[in-house]
């Protein structure tokens, strides 16, 4: 009886996750990364970031949108482009996009 119960326990663990940043490699305790999508290999002068957030899978807020960056940024021509993701225990995840450009 106590296996069985233990088992559920570990499917819950193993195979759900409320929230989590839905790209790139995923971390059942922990998950940190940084992903590059685009380059043009000249380096940009103008930095900005925007992420969008996710408590419990239930509730996500924010813009991580390019187009959005570019006009708050005043950068016309995107050099770089990378994404970085974070989620806990499957209770907290951001993804969060960061360019570069002139």
Known sequence: MKLVRYS????????????HSG?????????KTKVGMYGTGKQ????????????????SLGSASIEVLK?????NV???TNWKT?????????LCVEIYGD
């Open 8 to 19: 559920y326990i570990a499917n819950i663990l193993l195979f759900f996750s409320c929230a």
């Open 23 to 31: 790209f790139g490699p995923n971390g059942l305790l922990l998950n």
């Open 44 to 59: 940009g002068s103008i930095r900005s970031e925007a992420c969008a957030h996710s408590y419990l899978g239930l509730i």
């Open 71 to 75: 006009a708050q940024s005043k950068i």
């Open 78 to 80: 995107v050099t770089e």
């Open 86 to 94: 974070f989620s806990i225990l499957g209770l907290y995840s951001n």
